[in-house]
């Protein structure tokens, strides 16, 4: 009576939302399967035997306990930089301009330590760098915002332009304050007294970072989800004639979130400089600020998630200089490992949401074609 | 028609979204010469079984058959190779191509811009549209947007006709002319399917209707062989009574009073011209207008959303004091203790956040109430789970994002929570635009209610009908000036009609 045509092999349908334990084992698979895929990438472009590879890369990462603190303090400072510009891009403002606002923060609270070291007892002089680089960092990040409220200007060429500047302000003060003269470089500040330098906490000097790090996931995760402040953001983002349908000033909102987004980065970049560096230079957030990006996204704005994205990206870093160096390869050879992974990492989210419902075998032939 | 053969056959079509089923053992036959409404609730799963026709979806279940052999219509390509186009709710055309760019576009065949706007314009002719094939989309107007759409899946051959909620967005004239239109085609021996809420068009436009219920296909008949009720009662699945009430008012007094309002557009274009009335409480007053006289500006200049030129608008206390709410915004107006709900045109871009759930949504009018820093989460949930049982909101539960529900349980939500506030000044903008008219009676009944309490309710409404049956007085609106306030009782949708399009009306000829 009818023709037999035959359905796609595939076609998707929509899951129901998963229970939290079967999301994680698909992530998991992910995981597996994007590691298989790196080990066989290794052996076809290296001849290297993957296993060892991936030893080199744990043992670069947390092989002495000497760099297991390495990578927990910059996985503090990303950390960091990623909870400062979660809340501007949950409210849509696309803050790519952290590095400039880090680097604020770094060179106020390196003045406070030339300029004021040795004038003022040491504690009124930490405090005073603290609040200083935070309120440089909040400005760097409060103008692009001004700028967004009053006049509509797009705010992500806006932070990034402000990167430079920072930059390039910061590399003519190096010069300002070069020590020696002609090297070129700030050197160790107050290296003898240690004025404005953080104390070290139970003899560990990156314990501090981790700790304020620790406390701002803390502080972000209840910020955005349970305060006023918090749902402001999100109503914003979400719909900006719905915000000011319901009273919110969308304008107070915007620069009050850069405010806080800038202040934040400023504090990481006081975390560096007088936390661990206790120099500056133009270099000093290395890009953390863009990385800080992907973190908070792979993550989906949320700060808990945000602990392990950063440090999936910290540990392949910190690993990929260790294969560089052991095996003489590029560093380049980590980043491409670590690209597949975020790969399989981003791409296992479809299966999360969606199922693939394959052509039954054997399906009967016709079974309603005579209803 | 039993001797016809189907040019459609759906059999046991079953979707699903999740743990939400669409469709559930769906069956539906079309026949080519024969215009079908398709008839349901909001969320009966119309469009889904229409969207798996055209190739959006692709059933879980089911088989659909064609002239009698099974058709596999897994791309919008695969429906269009089966002469199946449907026109969609919102138009998919691409503003800064002329129409008849738009109409080639996607298609394998040389492009000969020539020859394509011949054949448009042959196809025109045949059935009756008119539309420009050189005319660049944003320069039409919503209709000649619908008139592109549907010249569009016929340049593609189509025979088999789709349209959902064609009406929504056109005049009556416009609606007049489209049914001209699909008349001429069914004549032609195309087959026609229409989604509509709207009863009238129904029993004036088509040949037999089909009603689906729960996703489910309950029957179907020829409609010069049935009457509204029957269809009403077999959509909701129960007798109900399809009348509206009108209480007489209570003790009126003056609540808003608006003079001399004068809005201008952002483009420099006069919105509202020198409006002025008074809308009084336990009273509702009905706004007519051809879509666009001002409306939209008129309930936002009240809102506080909206930046005016001139004029004031008073808001009149119980004890006689009155408030100056011009140039003030939402938050002010609040903090001046006048109770102002508003209901927009614009549900999910502006009355609620469709990614957030039920109870952060009704939390959007009360999240600022006390002195923590932090949120209360338990009244809104609370508040939820009471709009959710006493409006029958059809919902998963409470923490369903909102834009996973349908149009009309998206406004039972959305006017939930605007009168929960216990508002002394409701307004509201085409409130039951989309929705079917169980939802809509239902959205009736609650306006009246709120009406009985004392509460000067401003309706802006699109049927003309209902706007007499509602509305103790009715403010007529043409081209941005009052044209005259008519009282509700007595009135004729002629007088009122032909206020909409000449100021004054009748008047103005003598």
Redesign the interface.
Known sequence: ????????LV???????LPWYRAWAIRAVAIVLALLLCAIVTTLCTGENPLQVYATILRGAVGTRRKVWILLQDLAILLCISLAVTPAFKMRFWNIGAEGQTLAGALASAACMLLLGDRLPNGVLLALICLAGIAAGAIWGVIPAVFKARWNTNETLFTLMMNYVAAQIVAYYVIVWESPKGSGNVGIINPTTEAGWFPQIGGNKYLLSVLVAAALTIFVY?YLN???????I??VG??E??A??????VERVVIRTMLLSGALCGLAGVLLVAGTNHTINSTLAGGQGFTAVMVSWLAKFNPIAMIFTSLLLVFMSRGASEVSTVFGLNQSFSSILTGIIIFFIIGCEFFISYKL?FRKSGRKE?D??N? | MKEQTAAVKM??ITK????VLANDQC?LDIYHGEILALLGENGSGKTTLMNMLSGIY?P?E??I?MN?????I?SPKDAFDHGVGMIHQHFKLVDVLTAAENITLGLDEKLDLKAVSARVREICERYGFEVDPEQKIYDMSVSQKQTVEIVKVLYRGADILILDEPTAVLTPQETDKLFAVLRNMRDDGKAVVIITHKMHEVEALSDRVAILRHGQFVGDMLTRETNAQEMTNMMVGRPVTLNIERPDPVDPRPRIEVKGLTVRSMDGILKLDDVSFTANSGEILGVAGISGSGQKELLESI?G?QPTEGGSICYVKDDGTREELLGK???S??ELGVSLS?V?E?RL????????DLS?NM???S??RGR????D?KAPRKLAETVVAELEVNTPGVTTPVRRLSGGNVQKVLVGREIASAPTVLLTAYAVRGLDINSSYTIYDLINRQKRQGVAVIYVGEDLDVLLELSDRILVLCGGKVSGIVPGRGATKRDVGMMMTRLGGNKADA
């Open positions: 009576m009818h023709k037999q045509t035959r359905e796609p076609h998707i349908v929509k899951r129901d939302s209840f349970y305060s006023k402040h918090g749902y402001e999100a109503v979400e719909s004639r719905t000011r349908y319901v009273g919110i000033k419902s016709g309603a074609a209803a | 059999r046991n699903r979204f999740g743990s069956w692709y879980d089911g088989h058959f009698d052999e099974e058709v596999i897994k809102a959303l915004d939402p938050l107006i609040a508003f927009p614009d871009g502006m009355g609620l956040v469709g990614n957030m952060d939390m959007l009018r999240f600022r923590s820093l932090f949120t989460r």
